[in-house]
């Protein structure tokens, strides 16, 4: 059974930095795909930033030169580093993830995802 908990969200001022990590575990297939997803109040949920298996990452273009996602041991942890924080990036962020045992599909976390944390609030004030 896949399951993943973020951590590292917090209040932080307008420009300053926060970074989150997601420990996965229970993932068995070499083809996968992992990234973040945020949610503000009253909002529609957005992909923030994704990594795919091969090592191929895609940002949302809000988010673009400010975040970077890496992964650690493996499919272990994932990290989100957040910088030059704005208060449009309040929201509570998911990490997510999908596996898959076929060799030749390019997964799509965007679209793909069925594996999800409980969330961790990042909140930014002006």
């Known amino acids: 059974q896949v399951q993943l908990v973020e951590s590292g969200g917090g209040s932080v001022q307008a420009g300053g930095s926060l970074r989150l990590s997601c420990a996965a575990s229970?993932?068995?297939?070499?083809?996968?795909?992992m990234g973040w997803f945020r949610q503000a109040p009253g909002k529609e949920r957005e992909g923030v930033a994704f990594?795919?298996?091969?090592?191929?990452?895609s940002y949302a273009d809000s988010v673009k030169g400010r975040v970077t996602i890496a992964q650690d041991g493996a499919k272990n942890t994932l990290s989100l580093q957040m910088n030059s924080l704005q208060p449009e990036d309040t929201g509570m962020y998911y990490c997510?993830?999908?596996?898959?045992?076929?060799?030749?599909?390019?997964?799509?976390?965007?679209?793909?995802?069925?594996?999800w944390g409980q969330g961790t609030q990042v909140t930014v004030s002006p």
């Open positions: 997510a993830a999908a596996e898959t045992r076929v060799v030749s599909w390019r997964l799509s976390c965007q679209n793909e995802a069925n594996y």
């Open positions: 229970g993932m068995t297939y070499n083809n996968y795909c």
């Open positions: 990594m795919n298996s091969d090592g191929t990452t």
